[in-house]
């Protein structure tokens, strides 16, 4: 056999700290703001849907977290995962680069989506939480926090946008499975689902109302609380164990990369492998190339504004300072459900800002036809999200082989596509085209923003 | 953190060799005959289908036999595969059995399948063969014969059961993702295809009427072989991938097991896991206690007769003795699709006879209830195949609390149930039923047994 083509670590090696970029930002983050008030938000008025374990890593300025024991035993059934050298694409591409990538799909839910909703699941059940709630659009993070709230005993309530609800009945028996909830929103399990259904009785739901629904819930109930699962602080913190692991991996190679890359939709898969790597270029250390790639058709880093928006459509979240569409914009119906957000992690949009993340964006069907290329090469069928990471690899990986530069890339792959095969049936059948977000639209929706001195 | 709970081996482990039992069986196996003439089948009839460095494998009765690079340059993206101690469930169960599964379902297809596949698509390969055909029910086998084709450049092309390519099409997608093509069965392409729509033009299919397309497709083109994923002895061999990394990851654990389990539709990875440990008693080790779980209404081990037979309904492959319950046996439509199988693979057959296997079924209510206990434990959501050997563990460690003793218990979780979700979706919605197979039935398909001097 030639060299290796995946660097294992054991369950020993799992990161023992998360990172907190926080820490070592050059300049600090703009406050998230109270909705109705447009002051900063208080740790206190976060309570009413966070347990404080949570909010204290939202704000916190700790460079390294504690991963607590209990998260830590469950998180090695899958990690560390591994990291691949992808040295059938490389041949494939005939390229001199070295392509590298960290396979998130090996967690149970298939993305690495698991590893914020353990964490979160933990916090809440020392604190005495019984349910939390939560919204799913796609349903990879709906079937993350319920089989985390399977590890932990905690009753799960997920509010699945109710045209996913109908059109992916797998994904809701997977939530079930894990002992979870799964109700199609808007529903009439809440007020603002009433309210909706009264006005719009064929309403097939959105992020936004999902939001609004779970939000609502957790804030009314005692035992409740709400999880989110991408753009806040904490949530990007979970996820740094990807790129602390990619170092350690990444030295095992004996490899040290030129470019880091994820796709980004809220930020948390990108933050996760990336903010290890810009950490230690504040701290004085190398500078690599770290490329957010989102779709073409919600652009969020690439096109929208960073500004003071709401979260939610329902604008009962708090306001945050981020790249943003706006938060009425609907992107147009593109394959891939994790970046159809509005806007973008706070953290990732601040980083973007100071000029350590180089955003770009592709259209839908050059990244499918990346996937099917790597999934030839690699094995692995990629999740169309992660598609968007892999189109940016084969890219770089190509201008290489017209310069002749040995470069070092390493990248995210987020999740497989195991539960996406509707996705790669439309594209395999010619059914997909590309799609453009309408300027008219992302105007209206930017118009829409906030009011904040 | 407490313990490992999973045992990891890297690359450079993979073995070199898999294990032919055929070499330490203390009777020699019947031969396969001719299902025309009767009279045991030579190397040069099985030409017409099957490349000879698999003929080789099917027929020798050297102990070890070497797996050759670019095959163990494909497989170690995936192994060797983690061996996990199941400590939540044994938590869960509150019994002081041991129990330890090797996961399987790490595979980019999600089953052991791909450990074969890869294996045969390499010999056909070598010998300049252009195509593969194929049949597959679930679609676990011709999803990896899908990627193995691709990884070797090699066309495939899949017989898919008419009624699950209608009911599966994300299978027929996952294929396609690959390159293979993937054709409903019975079909206009083959001769035996056309005849039977001429007889019956809504023919939903079967496995026996899709192998025997593939088949007659394979004898009547030079450059196209057949490739069958169960049940033949060079397909046991290369599973035993499986069983020789498990005994080197309990040696990591400092642990023996007192059984091994499997669950047995055509016998390949019960033999994968458990082979390894019988050729070591067979060889003057100690004994392990070897069960092979198989679904109650298709009980070929537990209740079938043990004689020569056809391998499928049109009776065009090899006649082989084997536990069978007639070739003509249809099942009732239970959902294991990999387990719905009137035979048994030969080797197991005859190890079964001859007092090394303890086989044993369970009916499928019980078999999904293991499957969503084991899955809220550990994780892990198995395929509704692996569930059968599942539910076998804990009945042993279930045992084990009643009787206090410490046994350690080892099954096979052969692949995960991502793809099957409509199983259980219908198990957890209350639709599924035990369902047992007619004596009068088999009894019937019993009476057509070929007759063997």
């Given at each position: 056999m030639s060299d290796p083509v995946k660097y294992l670590l054991d369950e020993?090696?799992?990161?023992r700290f998360w990172y907190n970029i926080n820490a070592d930002l050059p300049e600090p983050m703009f406050p998230p703001l109270?909705?109705?008030?447009?002051q900063p938000l208080s740790a206190d008025e976060l309570e009413v849907i966070f347990p404080r374990g949570v909010i204290e890593q939202e704000m916190s300025t700790e460079r390294e977290i504690e991963i607590p024991g209990p998260v830590r035993d469950v998180l090695r059934q899958w990690r560390p995962s591994p990291l691949y050298r992808a040295r059938r694409l490389e041949q494939a591409l005939d390229t001199p680069a070295k392509i590298f990538y960290k396979y998130e799909g090996v967690s149970p839910t298939g993305s690495h989506k698991a590893n914020s909703a353990v964490a979160q699941a933990f916090y809440n059940k020392i604190e005495g939480v019984k349910r939390l709630t939560t919204e799913t659009g796609a349903g990879q993070w709906g079937s993350s926090l319920s089989l985390a709230g399977s590890m932990f005993g905690l009753e799960v309530l997920v509010y699945m946008v109710k045209v996913s609800f109908n059109q992916k009945p797998y994904r809701r028996a997977f939530m079930e499975a894990f002992g979870a909830r799964c109700i199609a929103s808007?529903?009439?399990?809440t007020e603002c689902g009433r309210k909706i259904l009264a006005d719009t009785p064929d309403n097939t739901g959105s992020l936004g109302m999902a939001i609004s629904e779970a939000v609502e819930l957790a804030a009314q109930n005692d035992d409740t609380k709400y999880a989110l699962g991408s753009v806040l602080n904490h949530v990007l913190l979970h996820q740094t164990v990807i790129g602390l692991e990619a170092q350690k991996q990444l030295e095992m190679a004996d490899a040290e990369p030129d470019m880091v890359i994820g796709c980004t939709g809220g930020g948390s898969n990108f933050a996760g492998i990336a903010f290890p790597f810009i950490g230690d270029h504040l701290r004085g250390g190398r500078k690599v190339q770290c490329i957010a790639v989102e779709p073409s058709a919600c652009p969020s880093l690439t096109k929208g504004k960073f500004a003071y928006d709401y979260g939610d459509t329902a604008q009962i979240s708090p306001i945050c300072k981020m790249h943003t569409l706006g938060a009425s914009f609907v992107p147009p119906g593109f394959h891939a459900g994790g970046l159809r957000y509005h806007g973008m992690a706070p953290l990732v949009s601040h980083l973007t800002e100071l000029g350590h993340i180089d955003p770009r964006s592709y259209n839908q069907l050059e990244c499918f036809a990346a996937g099917l290329q790597f999934a030839k090469a690699e094995s692995i069928l990629p999740a169309p999200e992660s598609n968007h990471a892999v189109r940016a690899a084969i890219h770089e990986a190509e201008k290489c082989r017209e310069s002749g530069e040995s470069k070092t890339i390493l990248f995210n792959?987020?999740?497989?596509?195991n539960f996406d095969m509707q996705a790669y049936t439309d594209y395999i059948g010619g059914k997909l085209k590309d799609l453009d977000y309408a300027e008219s639209e992302v105007a209206m929706a930017l118009a829409g923003l906030p009011s904040v001195d």
């Open positions: 020993q090696h799992l990161p109270n909705p109705v008030t447009r808007p529903s009439d399990t792959l987020s999740g497989h596509g």
